[in-house]
């Protein structure tokens, strides 16, 4: 799954200090929950989760799947599995060796130096090339240590804890899923993704489980495949038409003489 932009490729942003509580607005806290609660039976919750990998894979996995299609960071992921018995050889192996094993992808010259030193700094920081101690931490504090590592943003960090074998409660924000909720009025329309993490997440339960959190991801996600395309999205078969201010101002428009 594509889930990242290339902003997390761009290195650690400033860190959301305002509390949940602050970002939330109540309106737009319903309406994230009335959005929810109508493409869930649409896409099928509760959504099986997409991958079994343990953190420090789903980690390389992202890294590889930033304006990528699924299909090519899937291979690519694959042809570094087969290449290396473990993440510490891919630590150690010449750059260009691991660009040409990822030659799938999009920016393979830029990724395989950013996979090389986020695997080393993983490395240098916990003593070991492992993520599975981040099970024991509060998910803002595990986003937070993966967060300080360049090149690792807020949809990365997200992504790790939610899509990984640690299944902790953290919302990432696609540039689908961002499309939607922009779309829907849930973020302003000057609103990034990264910045669009804490908001998006302030909007919905605190209490909210590892599933329901990945099920609205999701199916915004999905909806933004299906439905809400980036050009023509098909308002007039959306559900959502009714509380959506994109959707209603294309119909007006279309209405007009
Ligand atoms: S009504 Fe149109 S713009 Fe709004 S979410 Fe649906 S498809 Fe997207």
New binding site residues.
């Given amino acids: 799954m594509a889930i990242a932009s290339g902003h997390d490729l761009a290195g650690p942003r400033p860190r959301q200090t305002r509390r949940s509580a602050d970002l939330a607005d109540a309106s737009l806290s319903d309406k994230a929950l009335e959005i929810h609660r109508r493409l869930c039976p649409v896409y099928g919750c509760p959504i099986p989760y997409f991958h079994s990998l343990d953190p420090l894979s789903e980690l390389v996995s992202s890294l590889l799947s930033h304006r990528t299609r699924n299909a090519d960071s899937g291979r690519a992921f694959k042809a570094l599995r087969a290449r290396y018995p473990d993440w510490a050889e891919v630590a150690g192996a010449p750059v260009e060796e691991i660009e040409a094993t990822i030659s799938g992808v999009t920016w393979p010259e830029l990724k395989a130096p950013r996979i090389r030193a986020i695997l080393a700094a993983v490395a240098e920081r916990h003593g070991s090339l492992s993520l599975d101690f981040l099970r024991g931490m509060e998910v803002e504090a595990a986003r937070a240590w993966l967060e300080a590592i360049p090149g690792v943003g807020p949809k990365t960090s997200a992504a790790v804890l939610s899509f990984s074998l640690l299944r902790m409660p953290a919302l990432p924000v696609d540039s689908h899923h961002h499309r ?1 909720a922009q ?2 009025g849930l973020i302003g329309a000057t609103v990034d993704v990264g910045p669009s993490h804490p908001i998006l997440r302030a909007q919905l339960p605190s209490d909210w489980s590892a599933q329901d959190l990945y099920d609205n991801h999701e199916i915004l996600m999905l909806h933004g495949q299906a ?2 395309h980036h050009r023509n ?3 007039g078969r ?1 559900v ?2 009714d509380i ?1 201010p ?2 209603q101002s ?1 119909r007006s428009s279309v209405r007009e003489p």
Avoid: N, Y
Wanted: overall charge positive; hydrophobic content about 35%; aromatic content about 0%.
């Fill in positions: 939607v779309r829907t439905v809400c999205p098909a308002c959306c959502l038409l959506c994109t959707g294309q």
